[in-house]
């Protein structure tokens, strides 16, 4: 009985270790499903993501993910999340980078590249390795910085028009937003809408391009302006405005480059070189930089502004005006709120539908603009002015072009050949005015001229009195009125009341050396 009871025993135990085995099997090949599934499930994030992190490195982010929240997300919802994340420092454009973000990815076309240099790694031996390239898309152009193996490959085998695939960290750096190169891949498949060319016109430039060389006449100039950096450096900039037969464009120089801006004067030609494309208020503007030139050229070059008609003009727009001036003003200075100590300038303009006054702000009161000039204000503001009417605002926007008699920029030199500074004669005044419409001749209007001290009078019918324009500080109350502008003063006939210290204009004409002021503004 006993070896009976022994080997049912034993005939026992091994059903149970045979059940256990099936139902471990069972449970291990569920097991393996279910990894399978969400593996899978996993796999088909990743494959959708089209992101450069391997797929083992996504896949540990997963785990970590649904251990960070504590089984409050699958596998599955854990990849999306990771997924959304990674998308995240995608940059659908160059315009989209900003400083801060991790890890973004784009495509752009290489527009130049730099020289490698080298330097020395702070407590390290070894010798580091530096290529800027220059990449642009139809957004905008960014610099990559490209470190050591990838500086070295970029000097032997990288071209301008290439287009690749950057993955790097932005940065603000000293020449604007960079990015720090960690991984970049050439795409043969892949097109950028950009244009690369040998040499630009005005009407070539887009947002983004860079190693730029354009050839213009240089229309208008400015003095240099110092500005404190974030990092607390001095930065220096200054502007000029070129233009060609397709357009005019602002050039931007900066810190060294800004001291350019005083070896050219209107009417020159020059070449700007390596300079580079970047937005101001809708505005393309032309940047030249530490690489970047800036040379006079003995080069033919046509520059015919399209102006709008005086009598178009309208409150609001801002457009580019000429005309031959017949008014000019004394330079008058005033205080800002903040303290500083503004001027302006005013002279009035026509040409053959209209006339209308331009006030000349800041560094443009001291332009040279004399009776019977040619001139073109570009980008002025159109605003109400006195007596209704309109008026032309020249700002730190505007350029102020003086014309010679054949119509090309005479930069601030003078219309008239051989007249001296302070006078201009009869031939002047109709050579200038009558290219724009002129006030003489067959409609009667009086020719405009210019006595000794600059006071706008006109050849008329004898007997006749010419309407002119003053403005000065009343010295004198009473009858007569006498205005003062810190030159010379004028007696005027008004019925207006006005007080002592007061400034203003007065408009009539002028009668035995008194303004009978029909205008009082």
Not at 111 to 140: L, M
Request: proline letters at 2%; one cysteine or more.
């Amino acid at each position: 009985m006993p070896s009976e009871n022994a080997a049912r025993k034993r005939t026992e135990n091994a059903a149970d270790e045979g059940a256990e085995t099936a139902q471990g099997q069972r449970l291990s090949a569920e097991s393996t499903t279910l990894r399978g599934t969400r593996m899978g499930a996993i796999e088909d994030v990743y494959e959708d993501l089209e992101t450069d992190v391997e797929f083992e490195e996504f896949a540990a982010a997963v785990e970590d993910k649904v251990e960070q929240m504590g089984g409050l997300a699958d596998e599955e919802t854990a990849a999306m999340l990771i997924a959304h994340e990674l998308r995240d420092e995608e940059a659908d454009t160059i315009a989209d980078i900003e400083p801060g973000m991790n890890d973004v990815k784009f495509l752009g076309k290489v527009t130049s590249i730099g020289d490698v240099r080298t330097f020395e790694r702070d407590g390290e031996d070894a010798e580091g390795r530096v290529c800027n390239v220059d990449v642009a898309d139809a957004s905008g152009s960014v610099r990559v910085a490209l470190w050591d193996e990838m500086a070295t490959a970029a000097e032997e085998e990288l071209e301008v028009g290439q287009v690749l695939r950057v993955m790097g960290r932005p940065k603000e750096g000293y020449s604007g937003l960079e990015v720090s190169a960690d991984k970049v891949e050439p795409d043969e498949d892949a097109e950028v809408d950009v244009q690369v060319l040998d040499t630009y016109r005005v009407e070539d430039l887009t947002l983004g391009a860079s190693d730029v060389d354009l050839v213009g006449k240089v229309l208008d100039t400015d003095t240099v302006r110092t500005f404190d950096r974030d990092d607390g450096s001095e930065g220096r900039v200054a502007n000029l405005t070129v233009g060609d037969e397709t357009g005019r464009v602002r050039v931007t120089l900066w810190d060294d480059k800004a001291d350019l801006v005083e070896e050219f004067e209107s009417g020159e030609v020059v070449e700007v070189g390596d300079g580079y494309v970047r937005e101001r208020d809708g505005d393309l503007e032309l940047h030249v930089g530490d690489r970047g030139t800036v040379d006079r050229v003995d080069e033919d070059v046509e520059y015919v502004p399209e102006t709008t008609d005086i009598a178009e003009l309208e409150i609001g727009e801002t457009v580019d005006i000429a005309g031959g001036v017949i008014e000019t003003d004394p330079k008058r200075t005033f205080d800002r709120d903040d303290g500083s100590e503004g001027q302006v300038r005013n002279v009035r303009i026509k040409d053959g539908t209209g006339e209308i006054r331009v006030a000349l702000w800041g560094e443009k009161a001291d332009r040279e603009i004399e009776l019977a000039d040619r001139v073109v204000f570009t980008d002025v503001e159109i605003q109400d002015g006195w007596q209704d009417d309109l008026e032309a605002s020249a700002n730190w926007r505007s350029t102020v072009s003086v014309l010679d008699a054949d119509g090309a920029d005479a930069g601030a030199g003078r219309t008239t050949d051989g007249a001296d500074a302070g006078t201009t004669d009869a031939a002047a005044a109709d050579t200038g005015l009558d290219a724009f419409g002129g006030s003489g001749g067959a409609d009667g209007e009086a020719e405009a001229v210019a006595d000794g001290d600059g006071t706008a009078t006109a050849a008329a019918d004898p007997g006749s009195a010419a309407d002119v324009e003053f403005t000065g500080t009343v010295v004198q109350t009473g009858s007569p009125i006498v205005l003062d502008d810190g030159e010379r003063t004028k007696s005027v006939e008004t019925d207006a009341s006005l007080r002592l210290g007061e400034e203003i204009t007065v408009r009539g004409p002028e009668r035995d050396g008194t303004i009978h002021a029909e205008d009082v503004f």
